[in-house]
C-alpha cells in the first residue's frame, strides 16, 4: 500500500504540475464534472500506464507478493479508486471508516480550483500533509437534502 501510494502521489502531482502531461494526458480524467465512480478509470492511456500500472509493477516488486495475493491486492485498489470518485459519502461506507483518503477527500481534489490539493490516492493522505498539498474539508448537509464537500482555505469554507 505504501509503495503504491508514494508512487501514485508523485505521478499524480507530476500529471498536475507539467502543463504538457496535464494537457496531454491527465486532463482527460478531470473531463468529468460531477463525481461518479466510472471517472475513476475514465482517463489517456499514458496516464493509466504511468500512474496505475506502473504503480502496480513497484508494489508488486518491492512487496514480494505471490501473483494470488497480488491479484487480490490489485482489486482491492481498485475498488477503492472507484468508491473514491463515486460522490457519494454514505456514513455506512468501510471504506471511509478504514481510510483518511475516501470519496469526500478525494472530491476536494475534482472540485474547481482543486487540482493543486488532494493529490493523494488511493489509501492514505500521509504525501499531501508532508509536502503541504493536504486539504482539509467538511461534510455540510446541502439544501433539499444530502451532503456537499466544502474545502477549507485557511481558517474559511469556500
Known amino acids: 500500500?505504501?509503495?503504491l501510494d508514494a508512487w501514485q502521489y508523485f505521478m499524480h502531482r507530476l500529471m498536475h504540475s507539467v502543463p504538457y502531461m496535464y494537457r496531454r494526458f491527465h486532463s482527460w480524467h478531470h473531463r468529468v464534472a460531477a463525481p461518479y465512480a466510472y471517472a475513476a478509470q475514465y482517463g489517456?492511456?499514458?496516464d493509466a500506464v504511468l500512474t496505475e500500472t506502473l504503480s502496480g509493477a513497484a508494489a508488486y516488486l518491492?512487496?514480494?507478493m505471490s501473483p494470488r495475493v497480488a491479484a487480490a491486492f490489485f482489486v482491492f485498489a481498485t475498488v477503492k479508486g472507484v468508491d473514491d470518485h463515486c460522490g457519494v459519502a454514505?456514513?455506512?461506507?468501510?471504506?471511509?471508516a478504514a481510510f483518511r483518503n475516501n470519496t469526500a477527500y478525494h472530491d476536494?481534489?475534482?472540485q474547481r480550483g482543486g487540482g493543486r490539493?488532494?493529490?493523494s490516492q488511493p489509501f492514505f493522505v500521509v504525501w499531501d500533509r508532508l509536502l503541504g498539498t493536504?486539504?482539509?474539508?467538511?461534510?455540510r448537509q446541502r439544501d433539499g437534502g444530502g451532503l456537499e464537500v466544502k474545502a477549507f482555505k485557511g481558517r474559511q469554507m469556500q
Open 134 to 139: 493536504h486539504t482539509p474539508y467538511a461534510l
Open 44 to 46: 489517456h492511456p499514458v
Open 108 to 110: 476536494v481534489h475534482h
Open 1 to 3: 500500500m505504501l509503495v
Open 90 to 96: 454514505a456514513p455506512w461506507n468501510p471504506f471511509h
Open 62 to 64: 518491492a512487496s514480494g
Open 117 to 119: 490539493r488532494n493529490f
